[in-house]
């Protein structure tokens, strides 16, 4: 399985065994600037995992430490809207697993459906709605890396959620929760979509994410994952949603996370 080629690959060239795993969305990349000692390895050299494609994914993990605790950052991840081989998006997320991971921290970019909850603006996700019509969990399963059927209850660890409401206190950032649904893509949602996604509870829409809690609660990581806001859903404002202006107000929204995961994973160190 070329997941634990990738776990090799990780492990031999950067020396040590992570703790933790950081997925980094679009233009959340600066974050894994946090990592002190940082060895840098291209997916290329990463079997099975996505040679990505959209601007703003580099294609590289970062694997150093933050406070003593070792950590993986992922920049750059595959997306379902690129047609891409499933195996893409789990890959990285068993590789971390197979190298001894406990914790799977997620990060996306992502649309608000709450008024008070604008671009430049953190949520910590509680829970999700997959409306993407796919699990990554289909097709035979491996016994060895988990259950047939797991469950997704607590997904988004509830002592990992509060860990991370302490670490944004300790920054003085003040960051929102709620539910983040997620959606195909690649075109951004139509109002009258974000109108029902709204009555259905979700608080983010996005395109990413629950596909790599899924795997991750399958092989038994423990999730934590924050939103970054980077525009008001479709509709809710008078500026049409576009991949720039996502972009743009994600490199505002990293301003946070950067500390806001540096202070996270600090705590755990103790
Ligand atoms: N919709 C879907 N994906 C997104 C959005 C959005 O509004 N913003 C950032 N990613």
Redesign the pocket.
């Known amino acids: 399985m070329s997941w634990h080629d990738a776990a090799q690959v990780l492990l031999d060239r950067s020396g040590l065994k992570p703790r933790v795993g950081v997925v980094l969305g679009?233009g959340l990349g600066p974050v894994a600037d946090a990592l002190e000692d940082a060895t840098v390895i291209p997916y290329e050299d990463l079997p099975g995992f996505p040679q990505p494609g959209v601007e703003g994914h580099a294609g590289r993990a970062v694997a150093g430490q933050i406070g003593g605790v070792p950590v993986v950052a992922f920049q750059g991840r595959a997306h379902l809207y690129e047609g891409v081989d499933l195996d893409q998006i789990s890959t990285p997320v068993r590789a971390l697993r197979a190298a001894g991971a406990e914790i799977l921290v997620v990060t996306?970019?992502?649309?608000s459906l709450r008024a008070d909850l604008g671009p430049g603006r953190l949520m910590l996700i509680e829970d999700h709605i997959n409306l993407t019509g796919v699990n990554l969990l289909t097709g035979p399963n491996d016994d060895e890396l988990g259950t047939r059927f797991p469950s997704l209850r607590d997904a988004y660890d509830p002592q990992l959620i509060a860990e991370m409401r302490l670490a944004a206190r300790d920054i003085g950032v003040d960051v929102g929760q709620g539910v983040y649904l997620a959606?195909t893509?690649p075109s951004?949602?139509t109002p009258a979509e974000i109108r029902a996604f709204h009555t259905l509870g979700a608080e983010a829409?996005?395109?990413s994410t629950v596909h790599e809690t899924t795997v991750a609660r399958h092989c038994g990581l423990r999730v934590a994952a924050v939103s970054a806001i980077?525009?008001f859903?479709?509709g809710m404002s008078d500026e049409p949603?576009t991949h720039e202006q996502?972009l743009r107000d994600a490199a505002r929204a990293t301003g946070d996370l950067a500390p806001l995961i540096t202070r996270f994973v600090e705590r755990l160190g103790g």
């Not at 996306?108 to 649309?111: D, R, S």
């Open positions: 679009s996306n970019a992502a649309g959606v893509g951004f949602e829409v996005g395109m980077t525009n859903a479709e949603v996502t």
